[in-house]
């Protein structure tokens, strides 16, 4: 089985981050927190039990009221966890029934993390509920095939324009289409040719366990869509190739961690990453990378020999 392409994506400083054994976390909502490392939400609530109620039941009352400010708060952080860089969670929770029933099933079904009863009556409870699984799913689906219709249109307008045409153009016979066909081949080889292996930092293609990307000193943020692109635009990663993959490992595109040797020790990079070098955000959009032409040809080269799908990735910024 291959094992789902994962990203770790590493930031150094922002203000609402905060750094803690390599993990990358942001606040969000009232008293709600993003655990990008882990692909975790978790929230806070407090709660008391009122008035005239009996000391031995006063405890479990609170932390009942607790809970349920809790749910609450979470549910309103989960609203404000970016999906790119211009949309939250809580739009795709408007436009659509599915991920704002799985948002809400995710909130009601939230473990509790700590339960403290206090010295003033008052009880604290902390909730944590996942990101990835049934609420990346669901997002993903509604996203990518927003992206895969974008995509097929032109496509398919292309197909009308050219059929609608055909008759226009001189028929092509058998040999000649098997004459093209050979020099193609012959192209992709030499292209082939001049990005060896030996050449992606002094390891064997077959021996990269993983990827890292480094963006420091760029004004990335994490978010649920991350996108690597080539200078001019083209998305390397994710891209219709391997969006059902993602969809169907139930995995977030990319992971985040604050600390490079907390990336480099994570089992999933392996001992032999290959480092890539960012160029910068893409456009005003810092959710997306763009990637140097020479660093991009490294990425191409794994993604055409379908190497991707049996390691991990990490960008660092």
């Known amino acids: 089985m291959n094992k789902p392409l994962s990203i770790i994506i590493i930031t150094l400083f922002s203000l609402t981050a ?6 990358y976390t942001e606040l969000v909502g009232t008293t709600g927190e993003i655990n990008w490392t882990k692909a975790t939400v978790s929230a806070i609530g407090y709660g008391i039990a ?16 607790a ?17 790119t860089a211009t949309t939250l969670v809580s739009n795709y929770m408007l436009t659509s029934d599915e991920i704002k029933s799985t948002v809400e099933g995710t909130v009601k079904g939230a473990i509790i993390k700590s339960r403290d009863n206090r010295i003033d009556g008052s009880c604290k409870v902390v909730l944590e509920a996942p990101l990835r699984g049934k609420i990346s799913k669901s997002i993903y689906q509604d ?3 927003e992206e895969v219709s974008a995509s097929i249109l032109p496509n398919l307008w292309s197909l ?9 153009y001189p028929a092509v016979s058998n040999q000649q289409i098997s004459d093209q066909l050979s020099q193609l081949n012959k192209r992709i080889s030499a292209l082939e040719k001049g990005i060896k292996p030996k050449n992606i ?17 760029t004004n990335f943020t994490p978010s649920l869509n991350p996108k690597i692109r080539k200078a001019n635009g083209d998305v390397l990663y994710p891209n219709i190739g391997n969006t059902q993959d993602i969809i169907d490992n139930g ?7 604050n600390d490079v040797t907390f990336a480099m020790d994570h089992p999933m990079i ?31 080269y794994l993604i055409n020999k379908n190497l991707l799908k049996d390691i991990g990735v990490i960008i660092v910024l």
């Open 18 to 23: 905060s750094a803690e054994n390599g993990q």
């Open 50 to 65: 009122g008035e005239g109620k009996k000391a031995n039941i006063a405890p479990y009352l609170a932390c009942r009221a």
């Open 67 to 83: 809970k349920v400010d809790a749910q609450r708060n979470l549910l309103e952080s989960y609203q404000g966890v970016r999906v």
């Open 143 to 145: 996203l990518y095939q």
């Open 160 to 168: 009308w324009i050219s059929t609608a045409h055909a008759a226009t």
């Open 201 to 217: 930092n002094n390891v064997r293609t077959h021996d990269i366990s993983g990827i890292i990307i480094d963006v420091r000193g």
């Open 251 to 257: 995995q977030l595109v990319s992971l985040f961690s």
């Open 270 to 300: 392996g001992d032999t990453p290959l480092l890539i070098k960012a160029k910068n955000t893409w456009k005003n959009l810092h959710t997306e990378i763009a990637l140097a032409d020479n660093d991009a040809k490294k990425l191409t």
